[in-house]
Nanobody
Framework: QVQLVESGGGLVQAGGSLRLSCAASGRTVSTYAMGWFRQAPGKEREFVACISRSGGSTYYADSVKGRFTISKDNAKNTVYLQMNSLKPEDTGVYYC??????????????WGQGTQVTVSS
């Protein structure tokens, strides 16, 4: 059974940083693509970033490009999302997801429960 557990969310002031983690079990991050999505209050869930199976390809939403970095540690079977220069509009629940091939669409096989990120102005 595949499980994804996100952590690292919290309350931070604008301009600050957070690093989200997504610990996977039942699936190795070295052989599956991983993605991060977020959902702000009253809005639909949206793509944030994803990384290919090899880790050689990464994709970002325009709104986070240059501020966020997705990476993974195969030894720890964990994916990270380093978020810098945070803005109030980055507030939302952040979800980790996995699928066979990298995609910016939401057609991922498995999802975590999410972690709340709140950025105050």
């Amino acid at each position: 059974q595949v499980q994804l557990v996100e952590s690292g969310g919290g309350l931070v002031q604008a301009g600050g940083s957070l690093r989200l983690s997504c610990a996977a079990s039942g699936r190795t991050v070295s052989t599956y693509a991983m993605g991060w999505f977020r959902q702000a209050p009253g809005k639909e869930r949206e793509f944030v970033a994803c990384i290919s199976r090899s880790g050689g390809s990464t994709y970002y939403a325009d709104s986070v490009k240059g501020r966020f970095t997705i990476s993974k540690d195969n030894a720890k079977n964990t994916v990270y999302l380093q978020m810098n220069s945070l803005k109030p509009e980055d507030t939302g629940v952040y979800y980790c997801a996995t699928r066979r091939l990298v995609s910016i669409q939401e057609d991922y096989d498995y999802w975590g429960q999410g972690t709340q990120v709140t950025v105050s102005s």
